[in-house]
């Protein structure tokens, strides 16, 4: 299992489970927002938001509450790993 978010749900009933690796390059999954080839405004808006300040404080706080542990990493995070 790579996958970050699906590690911390399976936690709830697999206790004993530990990570092997954490933080390396290839592990990183990224989320990508796309339009269509004729994006409306709100398309435009929508993905503006998601890259704002707002829009990565609700995907870096999502699943504390439940978890104690955010389920995805922002922006800032997968910036270590990538080159621009």
């Given amino acids: 299992m790579t996958d970050s978010s699906t590690f911390k749900e399976a936690m709830k009933e697999l206790r004993n489970i530990k990570p092997l690796f954490v933080g390396d390059e290839i592990l ?4 990508v927002a796309m339009t269509s080839d004729e994006p ?12 704002s300040h707002g ?3 609700i ?4 699943g504390i ?3 104690g ?9 997968a910036k270590k ?3 621009e």
């Fill in 59 to 62: 995907k870096t706080k999502y």
């Fill in 40 to 51: 409306r405004e709100i398309d435009e808006e929508f993905i503006k938001y998601l890259a």
């Fill in 81 to 83: 790993y990538f080159k």
């Fill in 65 to 67: 509450k439940e978890y």
């Fill in 28 to 31: 990183i999954n990224t989320y």
């Fill in 69 to 77: 542990l955010p389920l995805y990493e922002g922006v800032d995070y």
């Fill in 55 to 57: 829009g990565q404080e």
